[in-house]
């Protein structure tokens, strides 16, 4: 690994001098065990530790097989799905794995009695097997979490709907909180060069999912002009929707949780801004019992106060429980719910009186296509879209910003140091980061 990270630093190091590189047999990765599943039975979900659940040591490299590669990982990032997996909720992912290794000699790779896990990386190609030929090593990388396998027809319109289809790092092996990891070729996209690797790394899956979500024709296919509503609007999806939003011609009604945040969702254009905390919405009146309406009467008056009288064309669903009633409610009629990820509890309880007598629709969202996934890198490598990193762990301390995400303690997206050796490296267009710089770190410290 030192001779990997030697020529990666180098800045003059050939694909050829990449190609000679010695693998390693083994490699550093932040892992879950199969053994230890219900080591938190009986125990609350807040109250689950993930620095009790996710190891870091070293594990075999696995062997590499067509169409795939091998990708020296400098930095990665923390997504809800490396926080499920290390609590075990609300499934093990060790069912996934061991499905997904029931296809195919390839694929039995994937069921092991450990489960490296990461959704998100920056890095550089080391190897690619065989029938690779868009990629080669020393090429500079980022990827998108979508696997599939294209076997069938259902995915060919939209590769999300692959029956095979699954999220790297979660529903299979060998994910990206790892010196190494190993992807399915079409899974890399350019990296955004005016960015750090840790910045790089960050958008990812969060970026792509609020593609999908808002702008994409399979989501919202928000338009100029629509009011958006995004709850958590300066968080880690929410920070990406309301910069599509601005960056589309639509205007974002930004709910926030304190003033704090309520300053970057400002920072980034926003104007019309509901903080939540401040304002007292209580939805529920205990957790089996919604409020009345009255309360999503009175938010829904809030909204038109700002809008100058006007309804949500669309919602950027992610809270689910304990916001979905709420959103269903101040959608205008013939609108869009879009919904994603449910954080807060995937049991949604809403009125069926508004959604159906107002022709309202509820769509589902996840992640996204490979389309979009390149078309929101290409945002983010154009600087039309920026990473919302706030701060970035080692990798040893993965258990630590895991349970930052847990606990809601942290803001926009936790990066992770893989084998970078420190932030701020993997610049190569300084003249366009320059031009972006207070944007690229909004988040930063906060």
Same mark, same amino acid.
């Given at each position: 690994?030192?001779?990997?990270?030697?020529?990666? @630093?180098?800045?003059?190091?050939?694909?050829?001098?990449?190609?000679?590189?010695?693998?390693?047999?083994?490699?550093?990765?932040?892992?879950?065990?199969?053994?230890?599943?219900?080591?938190?039975?009986?125990?609350?979900?807040?109250?689950?530790?993930?620095?009790?659940?996710?190891?870091?040591?070293?594990?075999?490299?696995?062997?590499?097989?067509?169409?795939?590669?091998? !990708?020296?990982?400098?930095?990665?990032?923390?997504?809800?799905?490396?926080?499920?997996?290390?609590?075990?909720?609300?499934?093990?992912?060790?069912?996934?794995?061991?499905?997904?290794?029931?296809?195919?000699?390839?694929?039995?790779?994937?069921?092991?009695?450990?489960?490296?896990?990461?959704?998100?990386?920056?890095?550089?190609?080391?190897?690619?097997?065989?029938?690779?030929?868009?990629?080669?090593?020393?090429?500079?990388?980022?990827?998108?979490?979508?696997?599939?396998?294209?076997?069938?027809?259902?995915?060919?319109?939209?590769?999300?709907?692959?029956?095979? @289809?699954?999220?790297?790092?979660?529903?299979?092996?060998?994910?990206?909180?790892?010196?190494?990891?190993?992807?399915?070729?079409?899974?890399?996209?350019?990296?955004?060069?005016?960015?750090?690797?840790?910045?790089?790394?960050?958008?990812?899956?969060?970026?792509?999912?609020?593609?999908? @979500?808002?702008?994409?024709?399979?989501?919202?296919?928000?338009?100029?002009?629509?009011? !958006?509503?995004?709850?958590?609007?300066?968080?880690?999806?929410?920070?990406?929707?309301?910069?599509?939003?601005?960056?589309?011609?639509?205007?974002?009604?930004?709910?926030?949780?304190?003033?704090?945040?309520?300053?970057?969702?400002?920072?980034?254009?926003?104007?019309?801004?509901?903080?939540?905390?401040?304002?007292?919405?209580?939805?529920?009146?205990?957790?089996?019992?919604?409020?009345?309406?009255?309360?999503?009467?009175?938010?829904?008056?809030?909204?038109?106060?700002?809008?100058?009288?006007?309804?949500?064309?669309?919602?950027?669903?992610?809270?689910?429980?304990?916001?979905?009633?709420?959103?269903?409610?101040?959608?205008?009629?013939?609108?869009?719910?879009?919904?994603?990820?449910?954080?807060?509890?995937?049991?949604?309880?809403?009125?069926?009186?508004?959604?159906?007598?107002?022709?309202?629709?509820?769509?589902?969202?996840?992640?996204?296509?490979?389309?979009?996934?390149?078309?929101?890198?290409?945002?983010?490598?154009?600087?039309?879209?920026?990473?919302?990193?706030?701060?970035?762990?080692?990798?040893?301390?993965?258990?630590?910003?895991?349970?930052?995400?847990?606990?809601?303690?942290?803001?926009?997206?936790?990066?992770?140091?893989?084998?970078?050796?420190?932030?701020?490296?993997?610049?190569?267009?300084?003249?366009?980061?320059?031009?972006?710089?207070?944007?690229?770190?909004?988040?930063?410290? !906060?």
């Amino acid at each position: 690994m030192h001779n990997i990270l030697e020529a990666i @630093q180098s800045g003059n190091a050939t694909s050829e001098d990449f190609a000679s590189l010695e693998l390693p047999e083994s490699y550093r990765a932040a892992f879950v065990k199969k053994d230890e599943v219900d080591m938190f039975e009986g125990v609350a979900s807040r109250d689950k530790d993930p620095r009790k659940s996710l190891h870091v040591d070293e594990v075999p490299l696995p062997e590499l097989g067509p169409g795939e590669a091998f !990708v020296a990982v400098m930095a990665s990032a923390i997504n809800y799905n490396t926080v499920w997996t290390s609590i075990f909720e609300p499934v093990s992912t060790f069912g996934f794995l061991e499905r997904y290794g029931r296809n195919s000699e390839l694929t039995k790779r994937h069921d092991l009695p450990y489960h490296v896990v990461g959704s998100d990386l920056s890095g550089v190609v080391l190897k690619v097997g065989a029938g690779v030929t868009k990629w080669k090593p020393g090429d500079r990388v980022v990827a998108h979490c979508l696997s599939v396998e294209l076997e069938g027809p259902d995915g060919h319109d939209d590769t999300m709907l692959d029956t095979e @289809q699954r999220i790297w790092g979660f529903e299979t092996n060998f994910g990206g909180l790892a010196d190494v990891a190993m992807v399915k070729a079409n899974q890399l996209m350019p990296k955004p060069e005016h960015l750090t690797w840790e910045e790089a790394a960050s958008p990812g899956l969060v970026n792509c999912t609020a593609y999908r @979500q808002l702008v994409s024709k399979n989501g919202g296919d928000m338009k100029q002009g629509d009011n !958006v509503l995004i709850w958590g609007a300066s968080g880690g999806l929410g920070g990406f929707a309301t910069q599509y939003a601005l960056n589309g011609g639509a205007t974002p009604v930004c709910v926030v949780s304190n003033e704090e945040k309520a300053a970057i969702a400002r920072s980034m254009g926003a104007e019309l801004i509901i903080n939540r905390s401040e304002e007292g919405y209580k939805f529920w009146n205990d957790e089996n019992t919604q409020q009345d309406p009255k309360e999503w009467k009175r938010f829904g008056a809030r909204i038109r106060e700002l809008t100058g009288g006007e309804d949500i064309d669309i919602v950027f669903e992610h809270p689910g429980r304990e916001t979905f009633g709420a959103s269903v409610f101040v959608t205008r009629k013939g609108g869009t719910i879009t919904t994603c990820a449910s954080t807060s509890g995937y049991m949604h309880e809403y009125d069926n009186r508004y959604l159906w007598m107002n022709l309202k629709r509820i769509i589902s969202s996840h992640f996204a296509n490979y389309r979009e996934s390149w078309e929101a890198n290409r945002l983010i490598a154009k600087g039309k879209i920026h990473p919302t990193l706030s701060k970035t762990y080692t990798l040893e301390e993965v258990g630590q910003a895991s349970l930052d995400v847990h606990h809601n303690s942290h803001q926009g997206k936790v990066g992770v140091l893989c084998l970078s050796p420190e932030e701020g490296l993997g610049v190569l267009d300084h003249e366009m980061r320059a031009q972006h710089e207070s944007a690229i770190n909004r988040f930063r410290g !906060v």
